[in-house]
């Protein structure tokens, strides 16, 4: 039998669907790690330029507030780095997803309401962050239990 008609393993001369899959979440879970973690920097060290934006009157007041409070803005700044940093190392990607749901939720709000310049980018983050839950979804069902015991 020539070479030519002998068959080929498919798995040799091409990736399968399931490891396709593999890289995707790879990227999913990359590159808006990577972006937390660079917006949660900016959080601390002011390295970025300001939008030119300008925000409405309610979406400035709820800024503004959550700059007198002293804490709020270096806690969500924080909370970006730490997710940000489990997400591009691969190490508490669960824990990591649970930490930036409140995070969206909140972002998704503020952008439904107060401004909707900002409603893409947060939806894009919101489809990422229900995509990495459903692929790690195994380790949310012990905390998604109606009743447990200690």
């Not at 190490?91 to 107060?114: E, G, K, Q, Y």
């Amino acid at each position: 039998m020539n070479s030519s008609t002998t068959p080929i393993d498919s798995t040799e001369t091409s990736v399968s669907p399931k490891s396709r899959w593999r890289y995707l979440t790879a990227v999913l879970r990359i590159l808006p790690g990577l972006f937390l973690l660079m917006t949660g920097l900016n959080g601390f060290f002011n390295f970025l330029p300001q939008p030119k934006v300008e925000m409405s009157e309610g979406a400035m007041a709820f800024v503004t507030a959550l700059m007198k409070t002293g804490y709020m803005m270096q806690l969500i700044a924080a909370t970006q780095v730490v997710v940000g940093l489990f997400l591009v190392i691969n190490r508490f990607v669960p824990l990591a997803l649970a930490l930036f749901a409140p995070f969206m939720v909140n972002s998704m709000a503020f952008h439904i309401f107060l401004e909707h310049s900002g409603l893409p980018m947060a939806s894009a983050f919101l489809a990422i962050e229900l995509y990495l839950a459903w692929v790690y979804r195994d380790s949310f069902r012990s905390m998604l239990r109606a009743k447990v015991t200690p």
